[in-house]
């Protein structure tokens, strides 16, 4: 594996295989790897030629400093495990390489930003495409993969690639879970023991509220997962939403086109997970 951390020296490397028009995938992360990130990894070795992984904590989507501040970092186990799985290439750019000027680049998604992680995360979204956009631009890939458990920022980062009229294509991948059905998140590590051992309600909830909405409408089926989740004390609910999977809109009848997603996220102490369960 080799490792940059320079735009000039990464770019300078990718220019070689691109002139043998070899296809490049790419998997922007924040570091803190784990099985999840390790699934998108694999699926871009099989699809592409050569596979280039940045790891980058992007302070620009932090809308919380002290999320940031305490936001895992460990690079040497992060290294060990894309070695593990033959990455090709590693991009670990420091915040001055990637924003040598402050940004303040906007993006108008229209009502995708504006619900669930935008309505509790005021800027989230502008950071999100300000990083993945730069990172496109260094990097060139053909292919960039995501995990779905961020499911609204998939269709931001969709979104994103229409607005700037890119050739990159997304691909979605599926959620990656702990044996228990915890989804993996980097976040995990900070919980203690006991959130731990809380924390699986989240999930447990949501594929119990797949068999409830059988027999009820969205609307009882949203009030169903908040109640059982506001049971547990030491879950504090932010928000639960069944929305269409394309526009995020709140649908009223399993009966519409598109799939129905609930999307949820829970804080546990001061550690913020999300999840999500396609109906």
């Known amino acids: 594996m080799k490792i940059f951390k320079s735009i000039k020296d990464l ?22 790897l784990h099985k999840g990130h390790l699934s ?9 030629n050569i596979t280039v992984v940045s790891i980058f904590v992007n302070p620009t989507q932090f809308n ?3 999320d940031l501040k305490k936001y895992p970092r460990t690079i040497e186990n992060d290294s060990l495990l894309l070695r593990q799985v033959n990455t090709d290439i590693l991009f670990f750019p420091s915040v001055q390489e990637i924003y040598p000027k402050p940004t303040t680049q906007k993006f108008d998604f229209g009502h995708l930003d ?10 989230h979204f502008d950071g999100v495409a300000q990083v993945v956009s730069r990172l496109f631009d260094i990097v060139r890939p053909d292919n ?12 931001i980062i969709k979104a994103m690639v229409k607005i700037l009229k890119l050739s990159v294509k997304i691909h979605a991948c599926p959620i990656v879970r702990e044996t228990d059905g915890l989804a993996m998140s980097s976040r995990n590590q900070r919980l203690s023991e006991s959130e731990r051992k809380n924390a699986v309600t989240i999930s447990q909830v949501l594929f119990e509220s797949k068999e409830f909405a059988k027999t009820h409408s969205p609307t009882e089926t949203n009030k169903w997962v908040i109640g059982k989740i506001n049971s547990n004390p030491i879950l504090k609910l932010e928000y639960f939403e ?6 995020l809109q709140k649908i009223n009848s399993w009966n519409e086109k598109n799939n129905k997603v609930g999307c949820i996220a829970v804080f546990l102490g001061h550690v913020r997970l999300i999840d999500n369960i396609v109906y």
């Open 144 to 155: 960039s993969y995501f995990g779905q458990k961020d499911f609204q920022q998939l269709a």
């Open 114 to 123: 504006k619900v669930m992680e935008g309505k509790f995360r005021a800027g």
């Open 40 to 48: 998108l990894i694999e699926k871009s070795r099989i699809e592409n």
């Open 11 to 32: 770019q300078a490397e990718l220019k070689l295989w691109k002139a043998r028009k070899m296809t490049i995938g790419f998997v922007p992360t924040m570091g803190a």
């Open 64 to 66: 919380n400093p002290n």
């Open 242 to 247: 069944i929305v269409d999977e394309l526009n």
